[in-house]
């Protein structure tokens, strides 16, 4: 099934990565901002595997906020929620942005995630 890359983007910022690894450059770049940097598609499939064990041990709740296309790049502003046994254990307030190539593949990610503060 062919996707836009509004639909790409936005399947990949709610962690179903598993439907868009296709539209992922094989020179992609993820930089998960003060974080980590995955470079190529392989670093990219690693870490998109790993971040789905961790969803599959949680209860997730992403909503998205707003979605802004261009003709290359698409951002999606949104907030995960991340629950264990009921209790919230995070909550991350997010933009990610997206630079595709001419193939309408992703080249580039860069993704800024703001916990939220705990309160004690």
């Not at 790409?8 to 450059?25: D, H, Q, R, V």
């Not at 470079?39 to 998205?64: I, M």
Request: a negative charge; glycine letters at 4%.
């Amino acid at each position: 099934m062919e996707h836009s890359k509004k639909e790409i983007a936005a399947l990949f910022s709610n962690g179903k990565f598993e439907n868009i690894m296709e539209y992922l450059s094989d020179e992609i770049v993820w930089n998960v901002i003060g974080e980590n940097i995955f470079e190529g598609k392989n670093a990219v499939k690693e870490n998109c595997v790993q971040t789905s064990e961790y969803f599959k041990s949680v209860q997730t709740d992403f909503k998205t906020n707003d979605i802004l296309v261009s003709e290359n790049k698409v951002i999606i502003i949104g907030t995960a929620e991340f629950k264990q046994d009921g209790k919230r254990i995070n909550f991350v307030s997010a933009c990610d942005v997206y630079e595709f190539n001419e193939k309408s593949e992703i080249e580039k990610i860069s993704s800024y995630c703001i916990p939220e503060k705990k309160e004690y």
